[in-house]
């Protein structure tokens, strides 16, 4: 297992691929790289963020172990938010508008969100 010098080498662990049979197919004299997000907790781009922002905020002296973490969020960042809550030990606070459907609503508490 390797010793990283930072938690943040280890924040998104999903791969970069350089491209070029793209690159050689369309004569492009520079490298293209693609940053393949997709093995986070719910799937999304947003895993990362979460991640880094309570590790930012932890860092900072921000966040103090089990504070809440309050966000306006409904969607993908919301549910992010809510498992990387889940796994650093802070409760997770989701304000979300009323019209929320009641199957999105369960399933942010489902992963762990309280619900305002």
């Known amino acids: ?11 998104y662990r999903s791969p970069v691929v350089r491209l ?19 093995g986070g907790a719910t799937g999304t781009s947003k895993d990362g963020l979460a991640e880094t922002m309570l590790a930012f905020a932890t860092e900072r002296g921000a966040l103090q172990p089990g ?3 309050v966000e306006v969020s409904s969607g993908s960042f ?22 929320l459907p009641i199957a999105r609503r369960q399933r942010l508490q489902e992963l762990g969100a309280k619900i305002v």
């Open 1 to 11: 297992m390797p010793i990283l010098r930072s938690y943040y080498q280890d924040v």
């Open 78 to 99: 919301g549910a992010a938010l809510a498992v990387s809550c889940a796994t650093t030990g802070h409760p997770c606070i989701l304000v979300v508008p009323s019209n």
């Open 67 to 69: 504070m809440p973490v």
């Open 20 to 38: 070029d049979g793209y690159s050689g197919r369309h004569g492009l004299t520079s490298s293209i790289l693609a940053y393949l997000d997709f």
